[in-house]
């Protein structure tokens, strides 16, 4: 990965057309980053990637959106840069429990993110007033909405910081291409009991766009 090559793009992936233009709007006027929305989901996200990324020439994925907070690690507005991208629902039901795919042998639910870009992007985060969570965020096809589900996740994945359902999608395509891939997720409700009513998706939406106003500093 040359991080500092002005030909190569950065590629922005979000699942909706709101994130995409909360991106936009933060981005500003910018020759280096490419923003799309591929679809919700973690087969929409890794189809719509994998296609970009075909098209063209990237040093960087970046998946981008809300996504929901475990209690204690990242509350509703906060802002969760991953350090691992974790495909979390991933593998096999036993009777004894989960298995994943890595324990199946069968590859890995794990994507590790670049640890220098990480650190760069959080304490420009921080710097501009907006600090961040860093841990793992789980990619899943379900939204958690039970207590009990949220607990077998954190069993699965301890200390793990926020969910989401696009980020090993997309991540999965960017090393499909030899690429890195980053995760940003904005806070818009709670992992756990299904409260519809208190999920805050315009302030999600919100902080989404202050966190994309720092990129064009940190990555060009
Ligand atoms: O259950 C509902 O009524 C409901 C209403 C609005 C949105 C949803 C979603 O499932 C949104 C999924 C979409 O947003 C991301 N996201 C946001 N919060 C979470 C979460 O707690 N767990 C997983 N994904 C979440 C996700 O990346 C999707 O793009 C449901």
Known sequence: MN???????ILIVT???AE?????????????????FAGV????AASGTARTLAGGSYKLVISAGIGGGFAGVAEIESLVIANRIIAADLGSETRDGFLSVDELGFGSSVISSPAEQVRQLTAALQAAGLPAVTGPI???STTTGTRESAEVLLSRVPGAAAEGMEGFGAAQAAADAGL?????????NRVGPRDRDAWKIPQALQKLEAACSILTEVFT
């Open 3 to 9: 991080m500092n090559n002005p030909a190569q793009k």
């Open 15 to 17: 699942a909706v057309a």
């Open 20 to 36: 995409r233009d909360a991106v936009l709007r933060g981005l500003g006027n910018t020759d280096t980053f490419e923003v799309i």
């Open 41 to 44: 989901g973690p087969a929409a």
């Open 138 to 140: 789980l990619t899943v």
């Open 180 to 188: 890195p891939a980053l995760e940003i997720r904005a806070i818009s």
